[in-house]
């Protein structure tokens, strides 16, 4: 019998949280300053198209 896709996600989330309760597990670095600039970028050029599309500039 198959299992549930709730059985599943719990199965692989039990086994993600004991992977990641090891003490040898390599977390990732923490975001530096030009990962946030490259974010609020990616935001402001956004944000510009949408505005661009509201206005009728582009189609």
């Known amino acids: ?15 993600r949280l004991k992977q990641m309760a090891a003490p040898d597990y390599p ?3 923490k975001i530096s ?6 974010m609020a970028a ?3 050029v956004s944000l510009v198209l949408i505005i661009l599309c509201m206005t009728g500039v582009i189609v």
């Open 1 to 15: 019998m198959e299992k549930s896709i709730e059985e599943l996600i719990r199965e692989e989330t039990d086994e």
């Open 27 to 29: 977390f990732p670095a």
């Open 42 to 44: 990616c935001i402001g």
């Open 33 to 38: 300053g030009a990962d946030w600039a490259a």
